[in-house]
């Protein structure tokens, strides 16, 4: 069982920047791959960005690449995704996966824990 725990969530004028945390339970965190994902308003929940459970892989959505990154701490249980040159676009809620076995690190089914969510709200 794990269980998620984002932050960092908040209101920031277009072109700044956020950093949104997920702190996770359990002591074999390093045996999860651990994935970012976003829900608009009235949109489906897409992919933002995944990462390998030893950090050494990255991926991202193509809408979020060179913007966006994701790394990992496995010493403290926590995943990050570093926001910068936020756009309006990227208004959502955000949240925190955790997935054992990856077929597909963009498929939402493939993780099998999930975070509350953190509100990211960008003016324009």
């Known amino acids: 069982q794990v269980q998620l725990v984002e932050s960092g969530g908040g209101l920031v004028h277009a072109g700044g920047s956020l950093r949104l945390s997920c702190a996770a339970s359990?002591?074999?965190?390093?045996?999860?791959?651990m994935g970012w994902f976003r829900q608009a308003p009235g949109k489906e929940r897409e992919f933002v960005a995944a990462?390998?459970?030893?950090?050494?892989?990255?991926y991202y959505a193509d809408s979020v690449k060179g913007r966006f990154t994701i790394s990992r701490d496995n010493a403290n249980n926590t995943v990050y995704l570093q926001m910068n040159s936020l756009i309006p676009e990227d208004t959502a809620v955000y949240y925190c996966?955790?997935?054992?076995?990856?077929?597909?690190?963009?498929?939402?089914?493939?993780?099998?824990?999930w975070g509350q969510g953190t509100q990211v709200t960008v003016s324009s």
């Open positions: 990462v390998t459970g030893s950090g050494k892989s990255t």
């Open positions: 996966a955790a997935g054992f076995s990856i077929g597909d690190y963009m498929r939402s089914n493939d993780y099998r824990y």
């Open positions: 359990g002591r074999t965190f390093s045996n999860y791959a």
